[in-house]
C-alpha cells in the first residue's frame, strides 16, 4: 500500500486553484542612463582598458624640422635697404691722385707738443706685502675721499622732504583730535588739578582707612558687618582711582 501512495512534497499541499503572488519587477532608477553617459565622458584615454580610442596621425604627416615653432604674419613694412659699412673697392682702372705732398714738419710739431704739453702724474699706488704687490691707492679706503666731499655730513634732500610730510601728516592728525576733543566736550585737567584731585583722594583713603581701623575686633552684629564691607568697598575703590590717576598723566575729562 506504501508503494502506491505518491511522494510527498510541499507542491501538494497548496490547493491546485490557488493563485501563486506574481514577483514585482525590480526597481530601475530614471537616472541611469544619465549617470552611466556621464561616466563615460569623465574617463580618458588612459584610464580605458585596451587600446585608446584615439585616431592615429598618418604616416605620412610625419613631424618635420620647426613644425611647431610660431610664424609671425606678414608684415606690411618693407625692411630698409642696409646701408655700406666700407666703401666700395676700387676698380682697377682707378688710379690714385699722385704728387700731393705735405708741407707740416712734424719733427718740429712733436717737439713743440711734448715741451708745452702736461707731465703726466703718476698714480698713487701702495704696497701691502713684501713681495711687492702693487694696488690702486684711490679706491683702497686708505685715503680721506668721501669726507672731503662739500655734500659730506649733509641729510639727503628725499629725507628732508619725507621729515617734512611726517610733520604735515603729525600735524593734521593732532588737529583732527583736537577737534574731536572740542566735538565731544573734553576737558583736559591741568597739572595743577590733577595734583589737587590725587592730594583729595589720598586723603579720602586715610579718612577711611582711620574710620576701617577704629572697628571693632568683633564683628558679632549684622550693622557691623555691613560697615565692615562698606568701608572695605571704598577704600578698593579709592585705591583704584589713585592708580588710574598716578598711571596716567593726561586726564580728559567729559562734560556733562
Known amino acids: 500500500m506504501d508503494s502506491l501512495c505518491p511522494p510527498e512534497s510541499i507542491y501538494n499541499l497548496i490547493p491546485a486553484d490557488t493563485k501563486v503572488p506574481a514577483k514585482p519587477s525590480r526597481y530601475v532608477s530614471i537616472f541611469k542612463t544619465a549617470v552611466k553617459n556621464d561616466l563615460q565622458k569623465g574617463k580618458t584615454a588612459c584610464k580605458t582598458m585596451g587600446p585608446a580610442k584615439i585616431e592615429l596621425p598618418s604616416p605620412k604627416e610625419f ?52 715741451i708745452m704739453g702736461v707731465a703726466k702724474k703718476p698714480k ?65 585737567l591741568s597739572d595743577e588739578e590733577r595734583d589737587s584731585v590725587l592730594q583729595g583722594l589720598k586723603k579720602n583713603w586715610e579718612e577711611v582707612h582711620k574710620e576701617f581701623q577704629s572697628l571693632s575686633v568683633f564683628i558679632d552684629s549684622l550693622p557691623k558687618r555691613i560697615r565692615k564691607q562698606r568701608l572695605e568697598a571704598e577704600m578698593k575703590q579709592l585705591e583704584h582711582d589713585i592708580g588710574v590717576i598716578e598711571k596716567h598723566k593726561v586726564i580728559y575729562i567729559a562734560n556733562k
Open 124 to 188: 698713487a699706488l701702495y704696497v701691502d706685502k713684501r713681495t711687492g704687490d702693487r694696488h690702486g691707492l684711490e679706491y683702497s679706503g686708505l685715503i680721506p675721499k668721501y669726507i672731503n666731499k662739500k655734500d659730506y655730513g649733509i641729510t639727503p634732500q628725499y629725507i628732508c622732504k619725507r621729515n617734512e610730510e611726517v610733520k604735515k601728516v603729525q600735524e593734521e592728525y593732532d588737529n583732527y583730535v583736537q577737534e574731536n576733543l572740542k566735538r565731544a566736550a573734553m576737558k583736559r
Open 63 to 114: 613631424l618635420q624640422k620647426h613644425s611647431k615653432v610660431p610664424k609671425l604674419p606678414p608684415s606690411d613694412i618693407k625692411p630698409d635697404k642696409p646701408q655700406r659699412k666700407k666703401p666700395p673697392v676700387p676698380s682697377r682702372n682707378d688710379h690714385p691722385i699722385m704728387g700731393i705732398q705735405s708741407g707740416k714738419n712734424f719733427i718740429n710739431t712733436n717737439a713743440a707738443d711734448v
